[in-house]
């Protein structure tokens, strides 16, 4: 068996967390390395890339690190050993580690970070608990289907410019090709001085049977494929209209999960499910009602979750599970009723890493998939 390669690593991981789930903002993707090197070693997985996990990576000879969080944020405008970024970076290059982050497009994906997290909501925690979907359900673009180009052709020359427009690109959905919808209808036009119509004559309102012919198209063959049209309609000015199509929403991928409980249970059982799951001293809760009535309604955001506050209450979340929130965003959720469960930043994340290099031993049969030893919760509880 040929040894991989880091670009078959990137490939693998963007099968489990496909790039484009990512957050406009985050910066997912390959930080380090050269796609063409040989993936030889361990492959270690983190949430933080910090020196020590460095220091276990090189000990290791690791080929590439897996860092859940972007080691590169900001722009670098050096890469030295002047600050602990830049030498991290560097460090990395110098002993060969090619460095990947999935970040948001792996709590976006379907089996991923946050479905992990939802699981032990469940009365039995095996199981993804009742209905679950995204907060913001992901809108699944389509390269082949971007637009929709519309004319209006008399029905003798419908085929020809069918097959025409396929031949340009268009008409292209799954593993079909040339679809198209056709539907009669009744043309109206005047045709004023120096026009040629190709039926009728200028001059006088003209009704002609026609046939309104649609067909889908990327933006990358759209220039061609209008030029196709004007090439092989009939008429002098054909009436072409093009409409911008939207992604189709997948309930199973985004940004965060709303859970509604087959079994209604109470904040607290909430928060020692959680805990157990996570494998935590402690977790903080805040609550709209001191007598903690069973909830339902849940709302789940990995990490720091405070930004999406405002959609787990539009989607009349009861509860709202998170790793950490600011002050002021906690009382926005009571005052909205929405009572808060915190189980710190990477708690709600670092659980999912084990899983993580499993699915990637299974894309990629042979690769030693391992988790840091050495990454861990920069806060202590005293």
Not at 197 to 221: D, F, H, K, Y
Not at 283 to 303: C, N
Not at 339 to 361: C, D, I, M, Q, W
Request: hydrophobic share 45%; proline share 8%.
């Amino acid at each position: 068996m040929p040894t991989p390669t880091v670009s078959d690593l990137v490939a693998a991981l963007e099968r489990i967390a496909p790039p484009h789930l990512a957050e406009p903002w985050d910066r997912v993707g390959l930080h380090v390395g050269r796609r063409d090197a040989a993936v030889a070693g361990p492959v270690l997985l983190t949430i933080d890339l910090t020196e020590r996990v460095l220091d276990e990576a090189i000990a290791a000879r690791a080929a590439a690190i897996i860092a859940y969080h972007p080691p590169i944020w900001d722009p670098l405008k050096s890469i030295t050993d002047d600050t602990a970024r830049q030498r991290i970076i560097y460090r990395a290059i110098q002993a060969g580690i090619a460095v990947y982050s999935p970040h948001t497009a792996l709590d976006a994906a379907q089996h991923g970070l946050t479905d992990w997290l939802c699981e032990c909501l469940s009365a039995d925690g095996s199981r993804l608990p009742g209905d679950c979907r995204a907060l913001t359900p992901y809108a699944l673009p389509d390269p082949t289907r971007e637009v929709k180009v519309v004319t209006f052709v008399p029905e003798k020359d419908v085929e020809r410019l069918r097959m025409a427009l396929a031949s340009a690109g268009a008409g292209i959905i799954g593993r079909y090709r040339v679809c198209s919808f056709a539907s009669p209808g009744t043309g109206s036009f005047f045709g004023m001085d120096g026009s040629r119509p190709v039926i009728g004559t200028p001059g006088q309102v003209e009704l002609v049977p026609e046939v309104r012919l649609e067909m889908v198209c990327s933006r990358r063959a759209l220039a061609l494929v209008v030029e196709t049209l004007r090439e092989f309609h009939p008429y002098e000015e054909p009436a072409i209209d093009v409409y911008d199509l939207h992604g189709e929403p997948r309930r199973g991928m985004g940004l965060g999960r709303r859970l509604v409980l087959d079994q209604p249970a109470p904040v607290a059982e909430l928060a020692r499910r959680l805990r157990d799951h996570l494998g935590v001293a402690r977790i903080q809760v805040a609550l709209t009602d001191e007598a903690d009535p069973p909830r339902s309604a849940i709302g789940v955001v990995a990490g720091s979750g405070g930004d999406a506050l405002a959609l787990a209450i539009a989607e009349r979340c009861e509860v709202f599970v998170t790793g950490e929130m600011t002050h002021h965003a906690i009382l926005d959720a009571l005052h909205a009723g929405v009572s808060v469960v915190l189980a710190g930043h990477t708690n709600t994340e670092r659980g999912f890493l084990p899983r993580l290099a499993k699915r990637l031993a299974e894309e990629i049969p042979g690769v030693d998939a391992r988790v840091s030893t050495a990454d861990r919760d920069p806060l202590r509880r005293l």
